[in-house]
């Protein structure tokens, strides 16, 4: 099986990006973004305070069961048995996977189910920590990024287009957040894998950067 490991901060294009590859390629696109989206709706639901890591440790192991299931060769993630794809793709749940994801226990929760689908599959999977902890021993390893303000006019683009109203400062903002969350947890932190290959798309269009992301992958394999 081929493990394509695609790392990067938030907005950087790394979810629509991975998918476009993988279905070209005839791969599986495995988003864990969605995961810990998931466990941060599961959260807020049930008012769990997430400051109390072992309250959120119990109620994942003894209430929470996380599915997901490919649908048409896209990925759809349940909750207890309901699809919550589209209710996970909201800035406040953004906010809230990046909280969560510095939680120790829920990565160690998530770590299985993703390397699960590594191990039946030919996948390409996105996140922050694929190619250091997830998946350390990827064919491919991939760490895209482009300049703040870029990522967040990608985002604040993609939000526009759902119908949700934002403004881009708040956008640019929220963005800064999480980077800055995602690069200093204490836990798996966001970084570049050693030898994963670094990929500025600043300056390129969705299609130049597939194109790019893809001449990658065949490079390795």
Request: hydrophobic share 40%; net charge negative.
């Amino acid at each position: 099986m081929i493990a394509v490991a695609i790392d990067g901060p938030v907005g950087a294009g790394k979810s629509s990006l991975a998918r476009i590859c993988a279905e070209r390629l005839g791969y599986i696109y495995v988003d864990t973004g969605a995961l810990y989206r998931t466990v941060g709706l599961f959260c807020t639901r049930n008012n769990i305070n997430t400051d109390n890591h072992t309250a959120v440790r119990l109620a994942l192991e003894s209430k929470l069961k996380l599915e997901i299931r490919l649908i048409d060769g896209t990925q759809h993630v349940y909750m207890n048995g309901e699809d919550v794809s589209e209710e996970i793709r909201t800035p406040e749940m953004s906010m809230m996977a990046s909280k969560v994801s510095a939680i120790g226990e829920v990565r160690r929760y998530l770590v299985d189910i993703q390397r699960k689908m590594a191990e039946e599959n030919n996948v390409i999977m996105d996140g922050r920590d694929i190619g250091t902890v997830i998946l350390p021993n990827a064919q491919v390893k991939i760490f895209i990024t482009a300049k703040p303000e870029i990522r967040a006019k990608r985002r604040y683009d993609e939000l526009i287009a759902k119908g949700m109203d934002v403004k881009f400062e708040d956008v640019l903002s929220d963005l800064n957040q999480r980077d800055y969350n995602d690069s200093h947890r204490a836990e798996a932190p966001l970084k570049q894998a050693e030898d994963a290959v670094l990929l500025d798309t600043s300056g390129l269009d969705f299609e130049g950067s597939a194109e790019a992301i893809i001449k990658i992958i065949e490079g390795k394999i």
